[in-house]
């Protein structure tokens, strides 16, 4: 197996020398509590989620999974007028490797869709992992998204039209919801929108051993992320298509799906087989590989001219599947 990285994007490669003091690509499960008391997590704090005025911004405590505690909703709405009909809704799923993160992480980016296209943005908060494995945080992710398209509504959005959305592990566990959607036969979204997801537990690709020690993720922060989310089973042949769905047989009936990853990555060779595994299914899904991106370049280096290939990417995407 090659152990020769494709090289990353000179723009992208300056803005991760910039911060490699910060963010080491390897996290070992001791370091997770120290991560997650670091100024970085700190910050999401001080967002201006109203970005100026233009949403209005409202944390809602909902009922969690049957027997579970509540979980929180970050819900964004514009501020301007409702339009005559129900606006489309964005359902995000936070990133942070099963074991950081809160409903505030990422959201910067949903928000961003929401002023070009008019959209309802819910995010949701779910538990971590080691302290709440598999399956808590996908059923909360679920119960999120239940009641989200129950009072979709009253939100003035449209529970017809819903797309999931999430980065890195949220776009991981937004593909396990869209399989639990359709095997449970929940509310269909109409899309799912998966950047760099973190789909396959058995991190062994090429990808992942071409990238060791590289980056801002590499495959031992996969292995860290993923054990603390299935412990023991992590790699053998029980994992649930649910937890990683990487594992799920049978990909036919999903929503249509973009998703994307950089050629620099970790994840780069299970999202895109991931992608092919959906067109074998019958299904549609859009796949871009960023040649020379590390694991969320977009978020790290916004201004590199990369990043912003990428970003008009998903929207022009949204777009489309909205015009639908």
Known sequence: MTSVPPPFDP???????????MIQPGMAMEDIEAIRQGPALALLSQLDLTAGGAFEVEDRTVPGPEGAPEISLLICRPAAPAPDRPRPVVYHVHGGGMVLGNNRAGVDVALDWARALD??????EYR???EHPHPAPVEDVYAGLLWTAEHAKELGGDPDRIVIA???AGGGLTAALALLLRDRGGPRPIGQLLMCPMLDDRNDTVSSHQM??????????NDTGWT???GAARGGPDVSPYAAPARAEDLSGLP???????????FRDEVVAYASRIWQAGGIAELHVWPGGFHGFDGFAPQATLS???RAAHLDWLRRLLAE
């Open 228 to 230: 603390a989310l299935l």
């Open 308 to 310: 912003k290939s990428a």
């Open 11 to 21: 723009e992208l490669a300056a803005a991760l020398e910039l911060i490699k003091d």
């Open 256 to 266: 249509p799906a973009f998703l994307d990853v950089g050629s620099a990555e970790t």
């Open 212 to 221: 060791a020690g590289l980056g801002v993720w590499d495959r031992t922060a």
């Open 119 to 124: 959209l309802v943005v819910v995010s949701v």
């Open 128 to 130: 971590l992992a080691p």
């Open 166 to 168: 999430g980065t890195s």
